[in-house]
């Protein structure tokens, strides 16, 4: 009656009896934490406190190096049981479970809840779901609480229909956000309306609009906070394709071979120039009237994590089919050239690179590669990550196998996730590299 979704009762009760026999060993065995500060109703001690004791600190004092990974090392690879066409949530909580940062962040219990209900809060769930998958049990887990909480807080993605991958995580980035926004994190931003949540300061890029009046050439410039980039595809309904073929191109190490179009060819073809035409005039702010205008979009600011969306899924009156286009990607990738202030560089929409920029600021590598395979109304998700440098594993659901690079760029693609090579620090502009990732 209130399309809320419930369990088995038989098995919810089956539940509450080994939560009890659980809560009772619980309190007959720990005594130092005190039950009161840091038990969540029905589900025990949430975040203990730890100090150490003698003997550990002798144990530390005579083991002073921390673990070595190898290339054996398994920590962090757990495969996720399909519940039902949930391959698209399985192959992006693995792309946000191996992002770095983030996985420092809750491995290191920076989350400090404070909704009214706890239990419905994503990011305890999330915070739950790192340490499951961080515990170095090998057996598959069941993300059954994060898919209800999934059908809880984005209803269009509830029941068991095949569902977008794309669609799934902003979705789920949304949610995060907002229940992100009581962390000390959220809330240390000076500016009220700004939010510096750990989701924003990961995935939160600024992309920039610039309208130039064809008359007068006044400039109207707008930044839009944004997630992740979506780039229209060879074959596609849009315009401005082909980007001239035959032409050579070596941005991003990518040499070109007449047919294959790169992800930078798709970049290019992102922040190009584009003629509104006379059917979309704009009032000029400068001169007043009506004109035609053009429209360009580049990166003011990029974020820690370039997320990359490639059209495949095409919806239109006439037709709806997903377009298969390979498209070629690289292992590292120089935003440079797609910068507000590489503008000048950039005429009628051909770059003009410099043989060397040496701007590692807006270097990223690659580190999670989301695939698609089938058609739009049967298909299947699954995912390549990078587990530690030049170490990549795919993840099919339940089953994870080790892959090759070439398996990586030689698949087809459908969400790129990029990190930045380089870090700087906010307040006292320090670069640092993220020596753990990469």
Same mark, same amino acid.
């Given at each position: 009656?209130?399309?809320?979704?419930?369990?088995?009762?038989?098995?919810?009760?089956?539940?509450?009896?080994?939560?009890?026999?659980?809560?009772?060993?619980?309190?007959?065995?720990?005594?130092?934490?005190?039950?009161?500060?840091?038990?969540?109703?029905?589900?025990?001690?949430?975040?203990?406190?730890?100090?150490?004791?003698?003997?550990?600190?002798?144990?530390?004092?005579?083991?002073?190096?921390?673990?070595?990974?190898?290339?054996?090392?398994?920590?962090?690879?757990?495969?996720?049981?399909?519940?039902?066409?949930? *391959?698209f949530?399985?192959?992006?909580?693995?792309?946000?479970?191996h992002?770095?940062?983030?996985?420092?962040?809750?491995?290191?219990?920076?989350?400090?809840?404070?909704?009214?209900?706890?239990?419905?809060?994503?990011?305890?769930?999330?915070?739950?779901?790192?340490?499951?998958?961080?515990?170095?049990?090998?057996?598959?887990?069941?993300?059954?609480?994060?898919?209800?909480?999934?059908?809880?807080?984005?209803?269009?993605?509830?029941?068991?229909?095949?569902?977008?991958?794309?669609?799934?995580?902003?979705?789920?980035?949304?949610?995060?956000?907002?229940?992100?926004?009581?962390?000390?994190?959220?809330?240390?931003?000076?500016?009220?309306?700004?939010?510096? *949540?750990?989701?924003?300061?990961?995935?939160?890029?600024?992309?920039?609009s610039?309208?130039?009046?064809?008359?007068?050439?006044?400039?109207?410039? @707008?930044?839009?906070?944004?997630?992740?980039?979506?780039?229209?595809?060879?074959?596609?309904?849009?315009?401005?394709?082909?980007?001239?073929?035959?032409?050579?191109?070596?941005?991003?190490?990518?040499?070109?071979?007449?047919?294959? @179009?790169?992800?930078t060819?798709?970049?290019?073809r992102?922040?190009?120039?584009?003629?509104?035409?006379?059917?979309?005039?704009?009032? *000029?702010?400068?001169?007043?009237?009506?004109?035609?205008?053009?429209?360009?979009? @580049?990166?003011?600011?990029?974020?820690?994590?370039?997320?990359?969306?490639?059209?495949?899924?095409?919806?239109?009156?006439?037709?709806?089919?997903?377009?298969?286009?390979?498209?070629?990607?690289?292992?590292?990738?120089?935003?440079?050239?797609?910068?507000?202030?590489?503008?000048?560089?950039?005429?009628?929409?051909?770059?003009?690179?410099?043989?060397?920029?040496?701007?590692?600021?807006?270097?990223?590598?690659?580190?999670?590669?989301?695939?698609?395979?089938?058609?739009?109304?049967?298909?299947?998700?699954?995912?390549?990550?990078?587990?530690?440098?030049?170490?990549?594993?795919?993840?099919?659901?339940?089953?994870i196998?080790?892959?090759?690079?070439?398996d990586?760029?030689?698949?087809?693609?459908?969400?790129l996730?990029?990190?930045?090579?380089?870090?700087?620090?906010?307040?006292?502009?320090?670069?640092?590299m993220?020596?753990?990732?990469?």
């Amino acid at each position: 009656m209130c399309k809320d979704y419930v369990y088995d009762k038989d098995i919810e009760q089956i539940a509450k009896e080994e939560q009890g026999e659980a809560l009772k060993l619980q309190a007959s065995t720990s005594t130092e934490v005190s039950h009161q500060q840091c038990s969540v109703p029905g589900l025990g001690e949430k975040y203990p406190s730890w100090e150490t004791t003698k003997p550990e600190l002798e144990l530390l004092g005579h083991n002073p190096r921390r673990r070595r990974i190898t290339s054996s090392f398994t920590i962090g690879l757990r495969g996720l049981i399909n519940l039902g066409n949930t *391959c698209f949530m399985n192959c992006i909580v693995q792309a946000l479970t191996h992002t770095p940062i983030l996985r420092d962040f809750f491995l290191s219990d920076r989350h400090r809840c404070e909704m009214p209900s706890p239990e419905l809060c994503l990011v305890c769930e999330m915070s739950s779901l790192f340490r499951e998958l961080y515990s170095g049990n090998p057996s598959p887990h069941v993300p059954y609480k994060l898919l209800h909480l999934v059908w809880i807080h984005a209803r269009h993605l509830a029941g068991y229909r095949q569902q977008d991958a794309h669609e799934f995580l902003i979705a789920a980035l949304d949610v995060l956000h907002r229940h992100c926004k009581g962390d000390d994190a959220g809330k240390a931003a000076n500016n009220p309306n700004h939010c510096n *949540c750990i989701i924003d300061q990961i995935f939160t890029g600024g992309l920039q609009s610039d309208v130039t009046c064809q008359a007068c050439h006044g400039v109207s410039t @707008t930044i839009d906070p944004c997630w992740d980039i979506s780039l229209d595809l060879p074959g596609s309904c849009t315009s401005f394709w082909p980007m001239s073929p035959g032409r050579e191109s070596s941005v991003n190490g990518e040499s070109h071979i007449p047919g294959i @179009t790169t992800l930078t060819d798709c970049l290019r073809r992102f922040t190009r120039p584009e003629h509104l035409g006379s059917s979309a005039k704009i009032k *000029c702010g400068s001169c007043q009237s009506y004109q035609e205008s053009t429209k360009q979009l @580049t990166m003011n600011k990029l974020p820690v994590v370039a997320c990359f969306h490639f059209k495949r899924f095409e919806h239109s009156a006439k037709q709806r089919r997903k377009i298969t286009t390979y498209i070629s990607f690289p292992l590292e990738l120089d935003m440079t050239p797609f910068m507000a202030s590489s503008k000048e560089s950039r005429m009628n929409g051909q770059l003009q690179l410099p043989t060397n920029s040496g701007n590692d600021e807006n270097k990223y590598s690659l580190f999670a590669v989301v695939n698609h395979q089938g058609t739009l109304e049967s298909g299947h998700y699954t995912s390549f990550i990078r587990h530690h440098k030049d170490q990549w594993f795919k993840c099919d659901d339940a089953v994870i196998t080790k892959a090759s690079i070439k398996d990586v760029l030689d698949s087809e693609g459908y969400l790129l996730f990029y990190h930045k090579q380089v870090l700087e620090h906010e307040s006292e502009k320090v670069k640092e590299m993220n020596t753990q990732a990469y």
